[in-house]
């Protein structure tokens, strides 16, 4: 059974930073590729960044870009969101999802939730104005 829990939500001002991490209870994330999703309310789950299992290759929305950066340490089994210069229009809840999916080592991870097989339960980051 493969579990994941993020931790590093909160609240915060307009232009901080927060650090989402995502633990994984796996024997190893390797093999894997993650992703962050945010679901704000009223709205679906979208996709805010992926890393593929190499780590050879990420993606980002393009509202994100230049502020989040996703990485992972494969030894720690642990996904990271960095977010910096955050907006209101941030706030979400944000999870962390794990997909079986592996190409090469440059190949793109997913995209689509429905290709992620693992889930955790959530971390709530609010940013005021």
């Known amino acids: 059974q493969v579990q994941l829990e993020e931790s590093g939500g909160g609240l915060v001002q307009a232009g901080g930073s927060l650090r989402l991490a995502c633990e994984v209870s796996?024997?190893?994330?390797?093999?894997?590729?993650m992703a962050w999703f945010r679901q704000a309310p009223g709205k679906e789950r979208a996709i805010v960044a992926n890393?593929?299992?190499?780590?050879?290759?990420?993606y980002y929305i393009d509202s994100v870009k230049g502020r989040f950066t996703i990485s992972r340490d494969n030894a720690k089994k642990t996904v990271y969101l960095q977010m910096n210069s955050l907006k209101p229009e941030d706030t979400a809840t944000y999870y962390c999802?794990?997909?079986?999916?592996?190409?090469?080592?440059?190949?793109?991870?997913?995209?689509?939730?429905?290709?992620?097989?693992?889930w955790g339960q959530g971390t709530q980051v609010t940013v005021s104005s």
């Open positions: 999802a794990a997909s079986n999916f592996i190409g090469n080592y440059n190949a793109p991870a997913p995209t689509s939730s429905g290709d992620y097989r693992y």
């Open positions: 796996t024997h190893t994330i390797s093999n894997y590729a």
């Open positions: 890393v593929n299992w190499s780590g050879g290759a990420t």
